[in-house]
């Protein structure tokens, strides 16, 4: 089985500042991954570089099983779509949702586009009642779903993930969460998820991958986390991080 | 134990094209040199509150209460010179982000001897002798050095320690922090709480800790206040959590996810608009 993500020794170099010192990672097909850590760990700038947004310097990254060069040809964001931390930032504050929508359609020449649009929003939960609303007419939650059904419209394998609910109330939170996992299951996407929080990791994803520094720590499956079953120190820091304040 | 803050029926109504959105609609407790916290989501009215208390309501909203007082002073009675005079030295408040809560062109050093210079009569050695002392008191471990640097140049974890450490130099009586750590990573988070803890205890400050995440303010707070749609839905203590009554609290505290503890589906929120009402 080829894996849906194949990453080898990528560097990522901002000027002089090496964001990414050879990280190799591997996600098979269908598989939920996720990326932990802190601020400036690296765990963005890995899902960036895949999506073709860093520049890399050395190392390669696979698709499905093909090697990507330097530029991202249009097929691959038919296979691999994007949902970014911040639903006030990354929807077009002057388009309704339906241009939105549009335009990865348009992009990609689908013609049945009338369908899919009612479909991808009918899938998040929306109904077409939201079609011709703006950006700021909705929600952050709203917001989220409508990110949601602009990268499942092109139907993708692949979706990654960049703190899809961090900008979000807790309660709007786990309404994303489970819609995630509810594409997921219907659709056997394989996720590669960005997150700072432990929980939301080991909630969403079966295998992930602790960084600091712009360097992979360790790698884990999401029951060895649980049971505590880690190696670094640093791992061990992050999980008690997220157990709460404890008066000393 | 004597009441550092009173507040009853606090309204704050924000006019708009579409007419009068209110906010905080008739909030009230008290408070003493304990540790409270205001939960809720966004939209709940909780900063409104702090604001309110910090007199930084924007100047188009009405505020109106039966009780605003603190330590005796009525705050919405009083002129806005004796309010300022409170401000920054009785009262004192951290803002989330300390990107955009700290002044970008003044040195971090400055911006503390400023706000002591403000309030106390000291003379420049002095301020600058004591705002290095807080700067250590904050753990800050190369105080010196991070005197002279800008905001920009320190990260999120230490720019929040300089924000705490120029909200403590005047020695305020009640703190209120509205999101102190949301900004921040999860392990620098512990760091700056353990400060904020150590800080408020020693001093005996009454502190409003203002949070969307129920478990975070149920571990530091003595008592929760949970807001939703502008109204206290519930006042409990922080030990008796488990207890809540009211569905919303119960929800907020079941809709995030737990390491150890799989559910799936997550539960969400069931919204009745009779909790609005």
Request: with cysteine.
């Amino acid at each position: 089985m080829t894996s849906a993500i194949a990453v080898d020794r990528l560097e990522v170099v901002f000027d002089r500042f090496r964001a990414l010192k050879g990280v190799s990672l591997e996600v098979r097909e269908g598989e939920s991954y996720g990326l932990v850590g802190e601020s400036g760990s690296g765990k963005s700038t890995l899902l960036r570089a895949i999506a073709g947004l860093a520049p890399v310097s050395s190392g390669s990254i696979a698709v499905n099983g093909k090697k990507l060069g330097a530029r991202r040809a249009k097929a691959f964001y038919r296979e691999v779509q994007m949902v970014f931390q911040d639903p006030y930032g990354s929807l077009h504050p002057r388009q309704t949702v339906d241009r939105l929508l549009q335009e990865p359609l348009a992009i990609h020449g689908f013609a049945d586009g009338e369908k899919r649009i009612e479909r991808a929003l009918d899938e998040v939960g929306l109904g077409n009642g939201f079609r011709f609303r703006y950006a700021h007419q909705l929600s952050g939650g709203q917001r989220q779903r409508v990110a949601i059904a602009r990268a499942l419209i092109l139907e993708p394998s692949i979706l990654l993930l960049d703190e899809p609910t961090s900008a979000l109330d807790a309660s709007v939170q786990a309404e994303v969460l489970n819609l995630l996992e509810e594409v997921r299951r219907r659709r056997k996407l394989t996720f590669l998820m960005v997150s700072h929080d432990l929980a939301i990791i080991t909630h969403m994803c079966e295998r992930l991958m602790v960084m600091q520094n712009g360097e992979a720590v360790e790698t884990l499956t999401a029951s060895q986390l649980i049971g505590h079953r880690v190696n670094a120190d640093y791992t061990r820091k992050l999980l008690r991080a997220s157990e709460g304040f404890v008066r000393a | 134990m004597s009441v550092l803050l009173d507040v009853e029926e606090l309204r704050v109504t924000f006019p708009t094209r579409t007419g009068l959105i209110e906010a905080v609609r008739g909030v009230s407790f008290s408070l003493g040199r304990e540790r409270l916290g205001i939960v809720g989501e966004s939209g709940s009215g909780k900063s409104q509150t702090g604001r309110a208390i910090m007199g930084l309501t924007p100047p188009q909203a009405r505020i109106s209460a039966g009780k605003l007082a603190f330590d005796g002073i009525d705050l919405l009675g009083i002129s806005p010179r004796e309010r300022r005079a409170l401000r920054g030295n009785r009262i004192a408040m951290i803002l989330q982000d300390p990107k955009y809560s700290l002044d970008p062109v003044m040195s971090i050093g400055r911006q503390i001897v400023e706000t002591l210079r403000t309030h106390e009569k000291v003379s420049k050695a002095e301020a600058r002798e004591r705002a290095l002392a807080m700067l250590e008191a904050v753990q800050i471990r190369d105080p010196k050095r991070v005197f002279d640097l800008h905001p920009h140049e320190v990260s999120g974890g230490m720019g929040q320690r300089a924000m705490i450490a120029m909200m403590l130099i005047a020695g305020p009586e009640l703190m209120i922090a509205d999101e102190p750590t949301s900004a921040l990573d999860v392990t620098v988070q512990l760091d700056v709480l353990n400060i904020l803890d150590k800080l408020v205890s020693e001093r005996g400050m009454g502190l409003i800790f203002i949070s969307h995440d129920l478990r975070l303010v149920s571990s530091f707070c003595d008592r929760v206040v949970v807001m939703y749609a502008g109204k206290v839905v519930e006042q409990l203590k922080a030990s008796e959590l488990r207890e809540a009554q009211h569905p919303y609290t119960r929800g907020l505290l079941n809709c995030m996810p737990r390491i150890g503890f799989e559910r799936h589906p997550l539960p969400v929120l069931d919204r009745k608009p009779e909790w609005a009402a």
